[in-house]
Antibody, heavy 120, light 107 residues
Framework: QVQLVQSGAEVKKPGASVKVSCKASGYTFTSYGITWVRQAPGQGLEWMGWISAYNGNTNYAQKYQGRVTMTTDTSTSTAYMELRSLRSDDTAVYYC?????????????WGQGTLVTVSS | EIVMTQSPASLSVSPGERATLSCRASQSVSSNLAWYQQKPGQAPRLLIYGASTRATGIPARFSGSGSGTEFTLTISSLQSEDFAVYYCQQYNNWLFTFGPGTKVDIK
């Protein structure tokens, strides 16, 4: 069965960087893209970007351009999302999700989420 | 950027009743629309893709309709486990956006 297992919670200071991992299993990693979505406390879902696990091509939401980098390691079937220059309003749960099989733009499988807290 | 709006922001429904949720896109997204359900403390779950196709394992009481800019998610007879927040998401281009969500709670 498809599983996405994310790394554990992080506490960071303003200005620091965080790198969240998402280890995939149960399918051929390079056949599907991985997307990242975040959710601030009590707020809705916000799309950050996606990466092709096949060729590493990325597409980031304009809001995060220049501050986020998404990568994959096909040898370990793991995707990474690094966010730099953290601010307090980056405090959120960060989710990875696998793009859909029948509809490539839908987010078919989700990780459990990683809480990133930014606080001085 | 395609902006998604959802209405109402919240909806109180009695178990067994029908719930109708709306989603609107700022420009046409064809049928490239998905719906998700999220319960507190959980990751979202894909319900509908292609505006009207149920994802694997989703009960038939969930149905989606619409195309272009106007979409609807209908829950025909609400069960206790259906009380949650519902989000629409467009994927017409490879710049995805979510709506702000509709919270469905118990009346």
């Amino acid at each position: 069965q498809v599983q996405l297992v994310q790394s554990g919670a992080e506490v960071k200071k303003p200005g620091a960087s965080v790198k969240v991992s998402c280890k995939a299993s149960g399918y051929t990693f390079t056949s599907y893209g991985i997307t990242w979505v975040r959710q601030a406390p009590g707020q809705g879902l916000e799309w950050m970007g996606w990466i092709s696990a096949y060729n590493g091509n990325t597409n980031y939401a304009q809001k995060y351009q220049g501050r986020v980098t998404m990568t994959t390691d096909t040898s370990t079937s793991t995707a990474y999302m690094e966010l730099r220059s953290l601010r307090s309003d980056d405090t959120a749960v960060y989710y990875c999700a696998r793009l859909g099989a029948a509809a490539a733009g839908s987010f078919e499988y989700w990780g459990q989420g990683t809480l990133v807290t930014v606080s001085s | 950027e395609i902006v998604m709006t959802q209405s109402p922001a919240s909806l109180s429904v009695s178990p067994g009743e029908r719930a109708t949720l709306s989603c609107r896109a700022s420009q046409s997204v064809s049928s490239n629309l998905a719906w998700y359900q999220q319960k507190p403390g959980q990751a979202p779950r894909l319900l509908i893709y292609g505006a009207s196709t149920r994802a694997t394992g989703i009960p038939a009481r969930f149905s989606g309709s619409g195309s272009g800019t106007e979409f609807t998610l209908t829950i025909s007879s609400l069960q206790s486990e259906d009380f949650a927040v519902y989000y629409c998401q467009q994927y017409n281009n490879w710049l995805f956006t979510f709506g702000p969500g509709t919270k469905v709670d118990i009346k």
